[in-house]
């Protein structure tokens, strides 16, 4: 058994499906290993203010199936400077918190990071966005959900790649297409794009879908509240492990362990194999 004796679990960044399955197995895990658990609300916001208190096992019954958060999320700029992570700190310190569960992306775990090392406050993060494009892990909490509605890790295409393609289908008499535009999107995101379409095709009826935040909402499917469930007893035994400055990931079906240092500089991008599929199947 490790030193520690209580962890904090907090949800930061954009919300996930699974992220409530997420805290559900971390809080119960924490309780059958003898560690108190507390939740910080509204991320790392909440640790700087405070808003933090200790869960027992019937604060997250019945919360496996709701989307979102119990504990809400929030981006924190103030938590970049050191001045915010002190405030954070002399929270934990406050509360009796000695270890933390960060559910959240890449972002998430930068700040974790340097907190840890700042304070030597064994962090373990857990995967959670609808984007899958984090480096060590096949699957990301809530990424099976969104992908019953729509998403996929970014790729870079040129316009001109696009109307090329668009221009085949017409060849062959295509009906219909679907264009998929990331958000962020240097062209301009979808609104520039569907101009440019218009220009180019005076014939198509363009039209315009922007899914937003329909993505991250819904209950979570089976194997996100799996995935959020086995993850998050894994992050505690990590704890246990002595293990800070790591993720918790699945790769093969098996348990890994990633270092916040490699999840922060690298991403896993779209498997071109599986994008030249778009092609096969455009014929």
Request: hydrophobic share 40%.
């Given at each position: 058994?490790?030193?520690?004796?209580?962890?904090?679990?907090?949800?930061?960044g954009?919300?996930?499906?699974?992220?409530n399955a997420?805290?559900?197995?971390?809080?119960?895990?924490?309780i059958y290993?003898?560690?108190?658990?507390?939740?910080?609300?509204?991320?790392?916001?909440?640790?700087?203010?405070?808003?933090?208190r200790?869960?027992?096992?019937?604060?997250?019954?019945?919360?496996?199936?709701q989307?979102?958060?119990?504990l809400?999320?929030?981006?924190?700029?103030e938590?970049?400077t050191?001045?915010?992570?002190?405030?954070?700190?002399?929270?934990?310190?406050?509360?009796g918190i000695?270890?933390l569960?960060?559910?959240?992306g890449?972002?998430s775990?930068?700040?974790?990071?340097?907190?840890?090392?700042?304070?030597?406050?064994p962090?373990v993060?857990?995967p959670?966005?609808?984007d899958?494009?984090?480096?060590?892990?096949?699957?990301?909490?809530g990424?099976?959900?969104?992908?019953?509605?729509?998403?996929?890790?970014?790729?870079?295409?040129?316009?001109?790649?696009l109307?090329?393609?668009l221009?085949?289908?017409?060849?062959?008499k295509k009906?219909?297409?679907?264009?998929?535009?990331?958000?962020?999107d240097e062209?301009?995101?979808?609104?520039?794009?569907?101009?440019?379409?218009?220009?180019?095709?005076k014939?198509?009826d363009?039209?315009?879908?922007?899914?937003?935040?329909?993505?991250?909402?819904?209950?979570p499917?089976?194997?996100?509240r799996?995935l959020?469930?086995?993850?998050?007893?894994?992050?505690?035994?990590?704890?246990?492990?002595?293990?800070?400055?790591?993720?918790v990931?699945?790769?093969?079906?098996?348990?890994?362990?990633?270092?916040?240092?490699?999840?922060?500089?690298q991403?896993?991008?779209?498997?071109?194999k599986?994008?030249?599929?778009?092609n096969?199947l455009?014929v």
């Open positions: 058994m490790a030193k520690i004796k209580s962890v904090g679990v907090l949800t930061s954009g919300d996930s499906p699974g992220m997420a805290v559900r197995a971390v809080v119960r895990a924490a290993h003898g560690l108190v658990p507390f939740g910080i609300r509204h991320g790392y916001f909440g640790m700087m203010t405070g808003q933090i200790e869960l027992k096992s019937q604060h997250v019954s019945g919360i496996i199936q989307g979102g958060t119990i809400k999320t929030a981006r924190c700029e938590f970049k050191v001045e915010g992570r002190k405030m954070a700190y002399d929270q934990l310190k406050k509360h000695d270890s569960v960060i559910i959240g890449d972002g775990f930068r700040g974790a990071g340097l907190f840890s090392v700042e304070f030597d406050i962090c993060g857990m959670g966005t609808i899958n494009d984090i480096f060590g892990t096949d699957y990301t909490i990424y099976d959900t969104a992908l019953n509605t729509v998403v996929i890790p970014e790729a870079a295409t040129e316009p001109k790649k109307k090329s393609f221009e085949e289908g017409n060849k062959r009906t219909s297409n679907i264009i998929i535009v990331a958000e962020g062209e301009g995101g979808a609104y520039a794009i569907a101009n440019k379409v218009k220009e180019d095709f014939d198509y363009v039209r315009i879908t922007i899914l937003g935040h329909i993505q991250r909402g819904g209950s499917t089976a194997f996100d799996y959020a469930t086995r993850l998050g007893v894994a992050a505690i035994e990590a704890l246990l492990e002595d293990q800070k400055s790591i993720m990931g699945l790769i093969n079906n098996e348990v890994v362990y990633t270092p916040f240092a490699k999840t922060i500089k991403h896993q991008m779209a498997n071109p599986l994008l030249e599929l778009v096969i455009n």
